[in-house]
């Protein structure tokens, strides 16, 4: 099991960025792909974007595409993700989740892949 800790939420104006960190401890961090859902209020827990154990292989949900880089320092036993050009629809809770993998280049999109999640930070963008 690894514990997340996300960071970095907060309020912002459409058009701007934010960048958001999570922490990881426990087990060893690079044996977890790791990736970054959010959650409006009603709906369900969306894929962002997810990037493999080495950080040699990302992947975007399509609403994110261009404007969201995700990231991970294994030394740091971090993950990052930078959201620019925000859009008052990237507004949501963002959960920061960690799925044990046997491959190098494994990204999961599922949530239900996740073994581990953080406890979410709010990020909200105004028009």
């Known amino acids: 099991q690894v514990q997340l800790v996300e960071s970095g939420g907060g309020l912002v104006q459409a058009g701007g960025s934010l960048r958001l960190s999570c922490a990881a401890s426990?087990?060893?961090?690079?044996?977890?792909?790791m990736g970054w859902f959010r959650q409006a209020p009603g709906k369900e827990r969306d894929f962002v974007a997810g990037i493999s154990r080495s950080g040699g292989r990302a992947y975007y949900a399509d609403s994110v595409k261009g404007r969201f880089t995700i990231s991970r320092d294994n030394a740091k036993n971090t993950v990052s993700l930078q959201m620019n050009s925000l859009k008052p629809e990237d507004t949501a809770v963002y959960f920061c989740a960690a799925s044990i993998s046997t491959y190098y280049s494994s990204i999961y999109y599922n949530r239900h892949d996740y073994d581990d999640w953080g406890q979410g930070t709010q990020v909200t963008v105004s028009s």
């Open positions: 426990g087990r060893t961090f690079s044996t977890y792909a």
